[in-house]
């Protein structure tokens, strides 16, 4: 279906500003070019606006005639064009359907149709969001308050409800996020993302782990089994078979992992370390942590699985005596920690930023970090591994004992001219391992 927006705008014989505010905003929003495709042809002119109630049977008139068998916007493989043509279809049958249940107007269905089809690029072919009673009426809800308290404000439909679809309330997670694709909800920590569900036939038919070569449900944290079950019972899913029996699982995992590990709720840092055996000792003059090293506590579960913010129980540390493997955890800043006694790896780790970091006790390891910067460190007492990084900012670097290794990208040898260094800087080949 082609729809610009609506030419010659109506011509009233009473106020604009006599419409209410959602009227209001759909006057001024789709009025503006009166052209629609429906099935008796192009629509040109719209008769003049006597009152409020003629424009709301103008809206319902207009709603009516679109044509849902447009919506494919042709051009595209026959894949593509089908999955745009059954979104917007499933969504022109629920506003349709609206119709007889008035959880809006005409005007605000018009709106919403308009919305959706004006942000399918026909050039990158976008599928419309999976359609959501509970969330459609929450959104509709949201722009009616939004537009009753500031009048004129810019609210576009589609946006927000993708806002909501991607982002229920139910979900607490600091660092979790929803995004939706068409039929296909995926779940991100920290950026990373953990497993996908598949919406078919109105429930959730399938999961999978996006980062593995072939679809699998393979080292999906044991975890998830929350969050998809929040998300079913806020968007109103119920489970198919095979993510029922997935959930169930993960939910006898989940008591085992809390038999070996019990940690109360709102435990402390201390407690949390205490149960998963880090040994630590507080530091006389503040009282936070110093403990022995660093790693995962677990080759199978890992915090996140024990419903812990692992990045937040770096704002209790000050100090790591021993080495540091970052590799397989969940930390993305050091938070107060300053010093590292041994070696230090954030190969192929979440770290993003070395927080209070000042001294490394060892070599320090940044192949296929996230890194961009030193920041804070001034002494790396072993070698620096900066090749196949993504380091560019050398930060407070004072000294390096070792020297270091170095890429042909981000980094050259005169970048450590300041940098007081016992050891050369070799200038590795990308195919150097």
């Not at 109506?10 to 789709?30: G, H, I, Q, S, W």
Request: aromatic share 10%; proline share 4%; net charge negative.
């Amino acid at each position: 279906m082609y729809i610009s927006q609506f030419s010659n705008a109506p011509a009233f014989k009473m106020k604009k500003e006599d419409l209410n505010p959602v009227n209001r905003y759909v006057y001024d929003t789709c009025f503006q070019t009166p052209r629609v495709k429906t099935s008796e042809g192009i629509i040109t002119d719209i008769r003049d606006i006597k009152s409020e109630k003629e424009f709301d049977i103008t809206c319902n008139h207009l709603v009516q005639k679109i044509i849902p068998n447009d919506f494919n916007f042709g051009g595209y493989d026959k894949i593509k064009a089908w999955e745009r043509q059954s979104g917007m279809g499933q969504w022109y049958y629920n506003i349709i359907q609206d119709g007889n249940k008035k959880s809006c107007s005409n005007a605000m269905r018009l709106m919403i149709l308009m919305s959706l089809i004006n942000n399918l690029d026909a050039d990158e072919g976008n599928v419309p969001p999976q359609y959501n009673e509970k969330i459609y009426i929450d959104t509709i809800n949201q722009i009616r308050k939004n537009l009753n308290k500031e009048k004129g404000e810019s609210i576009d439909f589609e946006t927000t409800y993708r806002t909501n679809l991607e982002n229920p309330g139910s979900i607490t997670e600091k660092s979790g996020k929803w995004q939706v694709n068409g039929n296909i909800h995926t779940y991100s920590v920290n950026g990373k993302k953990l497993f996908c569900l598949e919406i078919e036939d109105g429930e959730v038919s399938n999961i999978w782990n996006p980062n593995e070569y072939i679809q699998t449900t393979k080292n999906i944290p044991p975890r998830a089994a929350y969050i998809i079950l929040a998300h079913s019972e806020y968007c109103h899913l119920p489970l198919g078979y095979n993510v029922e029996d997935f959930v169930d699982r993960k939910l006898e995992e989940i008591e085992v992992i809390r038999k070996c590990y019990p940690i109360p709720e709102n435990a402390s840092t201390q407690e949390i370390l205490d149960a998963v055996g880090i040994k630590y000792k507080k530091d006389e003059k503040d009282g936070k942590l110093i403990i022995d090293h660093y790693g995962r506590f677990s080759q199978q579960w890992t915090f996140y699985d024990l419903g812990i913010e692992e990045t937040e129980l770096f704002k209790d540390i000050k100090g790591i005596e021993g080495d540091a493997c970052f590799k397989g955890t969940d930390v993305t800043n050091l938070g107060s920690v300053e010093f590292i006694g041994g070696n230090a790896s954030f190969e192929d780790s979440e770290v993003e930023d070395l927080g209070e970091l000042k001294k490394i006790g060892g070599n320090a390891y940044f192949r296929h970090s996230k890194i961009k910067s030193l920041k804070n460190v001034e002494s790396i007492i072993g070698r620096a591994f900066l090749q196949d990084s993504q380091v560019t900012d050398l930060g407070k670097l004072k000294y390096l004992g070792k020297g270091a290794n170095i890429g042909n990208k981000n980094l050259k040898p005169s970048d450590f001219k300041d940098v007081e260094c016992h050891g050369d800087i070799w200038v590795l080949p990308p195919w150097f391992d």
